[in-house]
């Protein structure tokens, strides 16, 4: 199934200059990338590092990788040297990771820190207690910029669950970015997907990660 241009076209309208989309293209071919650069998407996002690495190689180099979802420590080297932003470091051992091979290769490196918000769902984000030590030792991490927040709400048709989920959400993001200094600078925050991004933008998004409905179905579970 080809990409769909008439969908990117309609939902970059509707999110306008204050939402950034990020179009998720794991799984996808490399062709179906360049159709949505070539209308003019720059910012692109993926959540295998094998992956990444391979497609960033073959395509336009002004094009900002978003690496999304989570990230093992021991694969942070093979990116830093290029991605445009980690959404979502979800623990501090990554973050040291990410602190440790960004000195290394001379650069800061853009992360948002990924908040559970979900019930269950998934094991990954930060908890309330963890993200507020984050916002204690940001210094300790002078090669990483904390540029705001990420979450996944609950995959259900439970609106209402999700409509408070990313509301929580929103809450702390509003309570960190009011606490701006340094390389502690929380001025994204990213939620809502294919399923979800109208209600996220409802409550306060302003970057959502859209696959799916851009890409089509993806074949297998990634
Ligand atoms: C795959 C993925 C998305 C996009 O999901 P769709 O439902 O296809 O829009 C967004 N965020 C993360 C972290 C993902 O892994």
Known sequence: MPVNTEKWKQITEELGSRVTLVAVSKTKPVEDIQD???LGQRDFGENYVQELVGKQALLPHDIRWHFIGHLQSNKVKDIVSFVHLIQGVDSIKLLKEVQKQAAKAGKVVSVLLQVHIAQE?????L???ELAEMSQRYSEFPAVRFKGLMGMASNTPDSQ???QEFSRLKSLFDLYASSAKDNWQITHLSMGMSGDYQTAIKQG???VRIGSLLFGERNYLK
């Open 205 to 207: 998004s302003n970057m």
């Open 161 to 163: 669950k999700v409509e």
């Open 36 to 38: 949505l650069y070539n």
């Open 127 to 129: 908890d309330n207690e």
């Open 121 to 125: 769902e998934t094991k990954f984000g």
